[in-house]
């Protein structure tokens, strides 16, 4: 046997030993698409650290922001396909993107292997307490009487602009779009009288909202969220006003299904775990760990409804 055959058969041997491993053999690179210190960065990580727990191996995480998301989607989509390099998906990149932006670099369905939709949040439509708003209905009177109202939102594009574009279209009110760089901004602005309303997530406004600075009118889901007392907006009339921000696991297409399979499973467990389910349920999101079929669907239908808003609203990328 020569050199160069035995180096080849030694090169194979390994090759195979290496694909006989059970999967993670390596750590796991998990992009979160976003800055650090927002709720992404929060879920990316205490879920990265319970998932290296179970997985026996580190889970990196690694901040690649920019363009609403579609910059770290795209690092995802183009690895190889073999588990150790995830995203951290949400409603911006795969729903309100795909949606709004005719030149996003992947698509939502076609470039991912989904995996496990990790937690929901509620939205809700927010107020200065000091305004006389009681209620939607008062919301939509003032919207109507030819008052200026401006809304506020965390970016031109982001799920609070559109969720307030659809609540504009739904009842057919007068308000003006002022995009922040993120809700924080934006909520202090309601604060400070500028802005009329924002639909925004429930987590984010609630610290203002029990200072007594805000108050909620209703929330944007199909049945009333358990701990709120608050109704929902559809019973204000308007059913059709459904925004929840979610957060997903994706993987690069063409995975193996026994890697998807196990990955899946394991965020489950990792969701299960009581410090980090609490942690999640403390930033007002509820925690799910859903199998890859369901979310597949999930994504669909956002993709698909957040299309017909942008085009009923006429919203267009700045």
Do not use: C
């Not at 290296?52 to 901040?63: K, T």
């Not at 809304?151 to 659809?166: D, F, K, R, V």
């Not at 965020?267 to 799910?288: Q, S, W």
């Amino acid at each position: 046997m020569t050199r160069l055959t035995l180096l080849f058969v030694v090169l194979l041997a390994l090759e195979s030993t290496a694909l006989a491993q059970p999967f993670p053999n390596k750590p796991i690179r998990l992009i979160a698409p976003f800055a650090p210190g927002g709720a992404l960065d929060l879920i990316a990580r205490g879920l990265g650290a319970k998932l290296a727990d179970i997985a026996g191996q580190p889970v990196i995480v690694e901040n690649r922001a920019g363009a609403s998301g579609a910059i770290g989607s795209e690092v995802v989509k183009n690895s190889a396909p073999d588990g150790y390099t995830l995203l951290l998906g949400a409603t911006a990149t795969h729903g309100v993107n795909p949606a709004l932006n005719p030149k996003l670099p992947y698509d939502a369905v076609r470039d991912f292997t989904p995996i496990s939709l990790i937690s929901t949040i509620p939205h809700a439509l927010v107020v200065n307490a000091s305004q006389p708003i009681g209620s939607v209905q008062d919301l939509v009177r003032l919207g109507k009487s030819g008052q200026a109202l401006n809304y506020g939102s965390a970016g031109n594009g982001t799920p609070h602009h559109l969720g307030a574009e659809l609540f504009r279209s739904l009842t057919g009110i007068e308000a003006v779009h002022v995009p922040y760089k993120g809700s924080g901004p934006a909520l202090a602005d309601l604060i400070g009288g500028q802005l009329q309303f924002i639909s925004v997530e429930y987590s984010a406004a609630e610290p203002h909202i029990k200072s007594g600075k805000l108050k909620a009118l209703a929330t944007a889901t199909a049945q009333r969220v358990p701990g709120l007392d608050l109704p929902t907006v559809g019973e204000a009339g308007y059913p059709g006003f459904l925004v929840t921000s979610w957060y997903a696991i994706f993987g690069p297409a063409g995975m193996p299904e026994a890697v998807t399979a196990k990955l899946s499973a394991d965020i489950a467990k990792a969701l299960a775990v009581p410090d980090l389910n609490e942690r999640l349920r403390n930033l007002g999101m509820t925690p799910v760990g859903s199998a890859p079929g369901e979310l597949a669907a999930h994504v669909r239908a956002e993709v698909a409804r957040w299309t017909k808003v942008v085009k009923d609203t006429g919203i267009k990328p700045e």
